[in-house]
């Protein structure tokens, strides 16, 4: 994952009710293969200094700390995720992308909140399910408020996010160009629900129609 530099992505919204459909639909692929279902906690902090801070439009980045937890393994990592001035000009996001894999997530957590003094910003839940093969990586992601289905290349190939729209009978155009914290608030000012910088299944959520 260190090695990962850009990504190439397209993100749809469904509601929560669609789960079993969806998931049906990426099983029947053969050329699929299913990963274990996995519940990730993702915690994004911002930089302590207002000149640096990552959610200014010159930077427009995500500092963020997740955990991962299925019945195999758990998985922590430290990863910077940004979008690029030119990242919604084509017809798929392309972002800048690098990820480190933490030893312990407990300690990393306490150096960026007592020692760096990192400012939380938010943080949020999700069980995610991944199909995959060599060169597509599909995740039906749980939110609190809805599902978001997610088609990432592996080979840094824009054309192959395309074809795997095409493959799921998905029209690109349909796609939601912004972050899952653009989506929840987006939701909670046109339904009227009060919003929370950490989202998580035990609130009170608005939800994808």
Not at 23 to 45: A, G, M, V
Not at 52 to 64: C, H, P, T
């Amino acid at each position: 994952p260190g090695d990962k530099i850009m990504e190439y992505e397209v993100r749809f919204y469904y509601n929560s009710n669609e789960l079993e459909n969806i998931i049906s639909k990426l099983k029947s692929i053969k050329e699929l293969k299913q990963k274990p279902r996995t519940y990730e906690k993702t915690i994004q902090y911002d930089h302590i200094c207002k000149e640096y801070s990552f959610y200014n439009k010159e930077i427009d980045g995500r500092f963020r700390i997740r955990i991962s937890k299925n019945e195999n393994e758990t998985i922590s990592k430290l990863s910077w995720k940004r979008r690029l001035k030119d990242t919604t000009k084509g017809n798929v996001n392309s972002e800048e992308e690098k990820e480190v894999y933490i030893d312990n997530y407990e300690k990393f957590i306490y150096i960026v909140e007592q020692v760096m003094h990192f400012k939380l910003i938010e943080s949020y839940e999700r069980y995610r399910n991944i199909f995959e093969n060599e060169e597509i990586e599909i995740a039906l992601d749980e939110y609190p408020f809805g599902l978001a289905l997610e088609i990432e290349s592996k080979n840094n190939r824009e054309e192959t996010v395309i074809k795997w729209t095409k493959k799921l009978d998905l029209n690109i155009k349909d796609a939601y160009r912004l972050s899952w914290d653009d989506k929840y608030r987006e939701l909670c000012i046109n339904q009227g629900i009060e919003q929370y910088n950490i989202v998580s299944f035990d609130k009170k959520m608005p939800e994808v129609k």
